[in-house]
């Protein structure tokens, strides 16, 4: 009956508009493909191996036996998840970027733009 009622709703606010309007355009953002390619660096690698290739991390937080080391710099900011196996140090299973606003960005190409920080900042 709600979906009845909101169709109603919609065909009312239609024919209200005015003759030969046109309804703005919607803008998307390209939907960035989530792989693994370039993330060869990153992906399997230690807390000690990312502070290698980024410097020190901008955020360090932990739950349980969980670990996110947060990499920024002026053109992304880089999450890289790190999980236990075993008794083993925890390592990298999983990479999340975005711009600075909060845009998605490639994941190899954070992880390339932060690789050429200097000394990691």
């Given at each position: 009956?709600?979906?009845?009622?909101?169709?109603?709703?919609?065909?009312?606010?239609a024919a209200?508009?005015?003759?030969?309007?046109?309804?703005?355009?919607?803008?998307?953002?390209?939907?960035?493909?989530?792989?693994?390619?370039?993330?060869?660096?990153?992906?399997?690698?230690?807390?000690?191996?990312?502070?290698?290739?980024?410097?020190?991390?901008?955020?360090?937080?932990?739950?349980?036996?969980?670990?996110?080391?947060?990499?920024?710099?002026?053109?992304?900011?880089l999450d890289?998840?790190?999980?236990?196996?075993?008794?083993?140090?925890?390592?990298?299973?999983?990479?999340?970027?975005?711009?600075?606003?909060?845009?998605?960005?490639?994941?190899?190409?954070?992880?390339?733009?932060?690789?050429?920080?200097?000394?990691?900042?």
């Amino acid at each position: 009956m709600k979906a009845l009622a909101a169709l109603g709703l919609a065909l009312f606010a239609a024919a209200c508009a005015a003759p030969g309007a046109v309804a703005p355009a919607v803008v998307s953002r390209p939907v960035v493909p989530y792989t693994s390619a370039g993330l060869e660096r990153v992906i399997g690698q230690d807390e000690a191996g990312l502070v290698t290739l980024f410097g020190k991390p901008d955020a360090d937080i932990r739950e349980g036996a969980a670990r996110k080391l947060q990499f920024a710099g002026p053109i992304c900011v880089l999450d890289a998840y790190l999980y236990p196996e075993g008794s083993e140090a925890p390592r990298v299973t999983y990479l999340d970027a975005r711009e600075p606003d909060g845009s998605t960005i490639d994941r190899a190409s954070c992880v390339a733009a932060l690789t050429r920080r200097d000394g990691g900042k």
